[in-house]
């Protein structure tokens, strides 16, 4: 296919995003995240001290309300517990659910991990 066609093919793609609420282009970002990975690194700090650290987060996700529309005050995701902050899993480091609060009193919830 020649320059020219592949325009044909990005120009509609192009005009309905534009088309679209903040929102769903935040959905079809978040899908094809999803589809790609991130690979990411989640470092929580006590201070100036690094206290604990998640390594191959996929995402963070925003917690939706079960009833209403609002979202709730946190985000979560999974990811590995990187117990030596060596950027790799080593053995007997796991996979585990975890919580970031958006509250002013800082904390992050997660699975126990020595389980």
């Known amino acids: 296919m020649n320059k020219h066609g ?12 534009a088309a679209c609420t903040q929102e769903t282009q935040n959905r079809i970002g978040r ?6 990975g991130t690979n990411g690194v989640l470092d929580i700090y006590a201070g100036d001290r690094l206290a604990m ?5 996929d995402k963070l996700t925003t917690a939706e309300a079960t009833q ?17 902050f060596n950027l790799a899993q080593d053995p007997g480091e796991k ?8 509250y002013s009193t800082n904390y992050v919830f997660y699975e126990n991990y020595q389980d």
Do not use: A, C
């Not at 899908?31 to 790609?36: C, S």
């Open 6 to 17: 592949v325009r044909w093919l990005v120009l509609p793609l192009v005009l309905l995003l």
């Open 31 to 36: 899908g094809l995240q999803n589809w790609t």
């Open 95 to 102: 996979r585990v659910y975890f919580e970031v609060s958006d």
């Open 53 to 57: 650290r998640f390594i191959r987060i």
């Open 68 to 84: 209403g529309s609002e979202d709730r005050p946190y985000r979560y995701g999974y990811g590995v517990v990187d117990l030596n």
